[in-house]
């Protein structure tokens, strides 16, 4: 499952942010969007899982929830073909 999570302190890793979610399962791969212009971090990142199951209770359980300082906004990602 892809998974978005927005709201994030700009002063965290990757690294941090699989830390996190391993908790709940193994994470495939993570990926911070930068600023096409300034090739800075925009605080948002996404995040495969590869168990359903698990990225779902990552989403519930951390949701709302306090981490580095701000509160995550996560949910499962949308896809482009949602926009259409």
Known sequence: MN???GNLNYKIKESDLKQ????YGEV???RFIKDRE????R???FAVMEDDEAAAKAIAELNGTEFYGRRLVISEAKS???NR
Not at 20 to 23: D, G, K, S, T, Y
Not at 38 to 41: A, D, E, G, P, S
């Open 3 to 5: 998974i978005y999570v």
């Open 20 to 23: 996190a979610l391993e908790a």
């Open 38 to 41: 300034t090739h800075r971090f």
């Open 28 to 30: 495939s791969s993570v």
């Open 43 to 45: 605080g948002i990142a």
């Open 80 to 82: 482009n073909n949602d």
